[in-house]
């Protein structure tokens, strides 16, 4: 069993900044791909990005440029730097983790519960 606890969400004006943070723990053997998605009302779930345990990243071009992805292997972590918010990034932003659980060696795909982010205009 793997879980995930996320933190860092609230309501920031237009242009501000946000970290989000995200721990993984449980039974785990290995972490292979970190990222955050997120879901804004009415609308389906997106990714907004991922990183690998090599530190490759992945951006949804809306947000590259003004957010970051970074993780941290030996807490089992991972980050998302947002700054220059728009309006338009306001959303639950979920994390989630896939690898591979001590347990039979099997894989996982675990998510968090989710955190609210809302930027004013």
């Known amino acids: 069993q793997v879980q995930l606890v996320e933190s860092g969400g609230g309501l920031v004006q237009a242009g501000g900044s946000l970290r989000l943070s995200c721990g993984a723990s449980?039974?785990?053997?290995?972490?292979?791909?970190m990222g955050w998605y997120r879901q804004a009302p009415g609308k389906q779930r997106e990714l907004v990005a991922a990183?690998?345990?090599?530190?490759?990243?992945n951006y949804a071009d809306s947000v590259k440029g003004r957010f970051t992805i970074s993780r941290d292997n030996a807490k089992n972590t991972v980050y998302l730097e947002m700054n220059s918010l728009k309006p338009e990034d306001t959303a639950v932003y979920y994390c989630?983790?896939?690898?591979?659980?001590?347990?039979?060696?099997?894989?996982?795909?675990?998510w968090g519960q989710g955190t609210l982010v809302t930027v004013s205009s």
């Open positions: 989630n983790a896939r690898g591979i659980v001590l347990i039979g060696y099997r894989p996982f795909d675990a």
């Open positions: 990183i690998s345990s090599g530190d490759t990243t």
């Open positions: 449980g039974s785990i053997f290995r972490i292979n791909t």
